[in-house]
Nanobody, 126 residues
C-alpha cells in the first residue's frame, strides 16, 4: 500500500508561483511513476505532469509545458510540482498519483494510477 499526502496549495496571483509537494510512504516504489493531475470545478480531472522516479524522465501536458516543473527527491520519497507564471485557468484541486511502471501511452490517463492523495486546492487570482 502507498500513502500520498499533498501540501503547498493556496492562493497566488496571476503570474506568481507555487510549489506543491507530495510525500509518499508505504511500500518501496523506486520504479513507480508519480504524477500530478488536476480537476477544476465542473471539469474532468486532467493530466498535468509525470515523472519516472528511477530515471527522472518527465512528461507534461501542453497547457503547462514551459511553466511547470515536476521533480523528485528519492531520498525523501517526495515529488514536487513547481508552478510558475500561473494563470487563472490553473485554478483547480491538484492531486498526486502513483503507479507501478506504465507505458508512455498509459501515464497520462488517470485510470492508470492506483494510488491517490487527498488533493490540495490551488487558486489563482487574476
Amino acid at each position: 500500500q502507498v500513502q500520498l499526502v499533498e501540501s503547498g496549495g493556496g492562493l497566488a496571483q496571476a503570474g506568481g508561483s507555487l510549489r506543491l509537494s507530495c510525500a509518499a510512504s508505504g511500500r518501496t516504489f523506486s520504479r513507480y511513476v508519480m504524477a500530478w493531475f488536476r480537476q477544476a470545478p465542473g471539469k474532468e480531472r486532467e493530466f498535468v505532469a509525470a515523472i519516472i522516479r528511477s530515471i527522472g524522465v518527465t512528461y507534461y501536458a501542453d497547457s503547462v509545458k514551459g511553466r511547470f516543473t515536476i521533480s523528485r527527491d528519492n531520498g525523501e520519497n517526495t515529488v514536487y510540482l513547481k508552478m510558475n507564471s500561473l494563470i487563472a485557468e490553473d485554478t483547480a484541486i491538484y492531486y498526486c498519483a502513483a503507479s507501478e511502471p506504465l507505458s508512455t501511452a498509459q501515464l497520462m490517463g488517470d485510470t492508470s494510477y492506483h494510488y491517490w492523495g487527498q488533493g490540495t486546492q490551488v487558486t489563482v487570482s487574476s
